[in-house]
């Protein structure tokens, strides 16, 4: 990525987000009135300008990826709130606009928006920019996932692991590499308290997909490496399975908890995303 600037990929996404409000008949999947200005965009006719400019790959079938996987995360997210969740991580957070749009939850929700230094900073500078003024209960954390433990970048927040928290780690996983997610999975379970959630996404090979569908992902994969922001893995959920539901590999990510918690991870598999409950 841009050492300097924003994710490219992570204007991108937010684009796929405002475009849907633009193009997309009622009703909307995911609604997000914020994407276009954060992603840097004056008005819906210079965006939709720059759309046709750089020929956006399968534009409609994308809109639907990029927006039903945030749906999914934040529909899972409201769900835990009813269990008593009150923190809520967003691992790679790029241009996320949840603690600005859900005023109605933010008062009694304590957000953590976890990115890479320079995705941050351009974009508290933008929020600055534009005039809003962020919330009480947001919190940034600034972390290079492949060279930083989530123990190392959380360990001056205010996140309280001793209680459960909610994380969601949405077009991440494919700019690291194996190692370095797993890592990070293993982070997660080892530092979260019983009850936490995930909710991450992953690609699978081209190899093990139909024709369209690997067309559509090495496609992808060409246009982000072109833009220097290279895909590093796939995955694929017999992978997670065997990582993570194996009582060896379970055991060996949870050894830390083992003493006062049942040492399996679970997975529920919906769609493009994959919720491990760790108990």
Avoid at 67 to 80: C, M, T
Avoid at 258 to 276: D, F, M, Y
């Amino acid at each position: 990525m841009e050492r300097n600037g924003p994710s490219r990929t992570a204007i991108g996404t937010a684009v796929h987000r405002a475009a849907h409000l633009v193009l997309d008949e009622d009703p909307k999947i995911f609604v997000d009135p914020f994407a276009r200005a954060f992603a840097g965009y004056a008005s819906d006719a210079e965006m939709l300008q720059a759309i046709v400019s750089v020929e956006m790959i399968e534009f409609p079938r994308m809109r639907a990826v990029f927006n039903v996987r945030s749906r999914y995360a934040e529909d899972e997210l409201d769900s835990a709130i009813t269990r008593g969740i009150d923190q809520y991580v967003i691992l790679g957070a790029g241009l996320d606009s949840f603690a600005y749009r859900r005023c109605d939850l933010v008062a009694s929700l304590n957000v953590f928006e976890v990115d890479h230094p320079a995705s941050q900073a351009w974009k508290r500078a933008r929020v600055a920019e534009l005039g809003i003024a962020a919330p009480t209960h947001l919190h940034h954390i600034s972390i290079d996932f492949e060279h930083q433990t989530l123990a190392e970048g959380f360990a001056e927040s205010i996140v309280d692991f001793g209680k459960p928290v909610f994380l969601s780690l949405l077009g991440v996983t494919q700019y690291l590499t194996i190692d370095a997610t797993v890592r990070m999975l293993c982070d997660v379970a080892t530092t979260t308290a019983p009850g936490s959630e995930l909710v991450f996404q992953f690609v699978q090979p081209p190899a093990t997909l139909a024709r369209d569908e690997a067309a559509l992902v090495t496609a992808f994969a060409e246009r982000n490496g072109a833009a220097g922001e290279p895909w590093l893995s796939y995955s694929s959920r017999r992978r997670w399975n065997a990582t993570f539901l194996l009582p060896a590999s379970a055991e060996s990510c949870i050894s830390a908890r083992r003493k006062r918690r049942n040492a399996t991870c679970e997975a529920v598999v919906t769609g493009c995303a994959c919720r491990p409950t760790f108990p």
